[in-house]
């Protein structure tokens, strides 16, 4: 004769669930560590990541378009060059738009925390 899930075993699978989604839910998203600080999630980890690897295509597409100016300037905005497209001006995390110095021709992000980036 078969026999259908009993209570007890319903409430330790719900029990299991719970337990695993307290451990993963915080890895993924971010929570605090033990000592009271914010950390960073594994997502927030990768959309960080993504701002960098953005950041360092649009710097080497500036240089670029610096060695490729007869002058030796830098491109007077980042519309000018056209391998930065509309997704690569704008940070992946918070969606600023990078700044830009034509003088310098460095560029970084707004967010707060990528200022190092
Ligand atoms: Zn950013």
Redesign the pocket.
Known sequence: MRRAFGLIEILVVVVVLVLLAAVLVPRLTGGKTPDGKKAKGVITYAK?SV?VQNLRSDRQCIEAAQASDPDGGYPADLSQVREISGELRK????G?PYRYDPATGRIS?P?PG?EG?
């Open positions: 960080d701002c940070c992946a995390v918070g600023e992000c967010h990528h980036f």
